[in-house]
T-cell receptor
Framework: AAGVIQSPRHLIKEKRETATLKCYPIPRHDTVYWYQQGPGQDPQFLISFYEKMQSDKGSIPDRFSAQQFSDYHSELNMSSLELGDSALYFC????????????FGPGTRLTVL | DQQVKQNSPSLSVQEGRISILNCDYTNSMFDYFLWYKKYPAEGPTFLISISSIKDKNEDGRFTVFLNKSAKHLSLHIVPSQPGDSAVYFCAATLAQGGSEKLVFGKGTKLTVNP
């Protein structure tokens, strides 16, 4: 079965650089969620999109922005990176038309040096 | 403020025995609960869920029990297998009228010994 695809899987950046993380949801999933998981922490909700519109926003820094495109893939843009942004970033998708289960991608490990 | 709590960071059981993972929540508005399993360097994998209108849901070796009055749920794995060794996250959401974002506990690391 098709799963959520995230790219890149690993990313190393310097402080103050920018990063773009991509997420391709499972086909026929119209809602995308982004989560951040710090070392030894639980995943924290960042932002979500439904039908290409932002549907909810969590504890996402102003330096971060995201969008969902017409093909339902989503990109998380991170600017002025800080050491504390080093984390695993997960994307999850949810099927159109019902159900509350979110299906997660493998994550992108971002390291800021 | 941790709205979903998994108070046992780790659990060790013998192969073939029952594993019981516990989860407590503080927000009485949560109406849908999920359990995810996570291996290192992988994303969380959905295991089983339960709506607040039920008190039990079963899927093969996995059963989730919900006690709304106690704001407590548990995941039972019977029989436990070495391949079940992973970190288990409990998550909750407001399915009706909410954003449906998941709120996670901090996870319980399960080790199943052969």
């Amino acid at each position: 079965a098709a799963g959520v695809i995230q790219s890149p899987r690993h990313l190393i950046k310097e402080k103050r650089e920018t990063a773009t993380l991509k997420c391709y949801p499972i086909p026929r999933h119209d809602t995308v969620y982004w989560y951040q998981q710090g070392p030894g922490q639980d995943p924290q909700f960042l932002i979500s999109f439904y039908e290409k519109m932002q549907s909810d926003k969590g504890s996402i820094p102003d330096r971060f922005s995201a969008q969902q495109f017409s093909d339902y893939h989503s990109e998380l843009n991170m600017s002025s990176l800080e050491l504390g942004d080093s984390a695993l970033y997960f994307c999850a998708s949810r099927p159109a038309g019902g159900g509350y289960t979110q299906y997660f991608g493998p994550g992108t490990r971002l390291t800021v040096l | 403020d941790q709205q979903v709590k998994q108070n046992s960071p780790s659990l060790s059981v013998q192969e073939g025995r029952i594993s019981i993972l516990n989860c407590d929540y503080t927000n009485s508005m949560f109406d849908y609960f999920l359990w995810y399993k996570k291996y290192p360097a992988e994303g969380p994998t959905f295991l089983i869920s339960i709506s607040s209108i039920k008190d039990k849901n079963e899927d093969g070796r996995f059963t989730v029990f919900l006690n709304k009055s106690a704001k407590h749920l548990s995941l039972h794995i019977v029989p436990s297998q070495p391949g079940d060794s992973a970190v288990y996250f409990c998550a909750a959401t407001l399915a009706q009228g909410g954003s449906e974002k998941l709120v996670f506990g901090k996870g319980t690391k399960l080790t199943v010994n052969p």
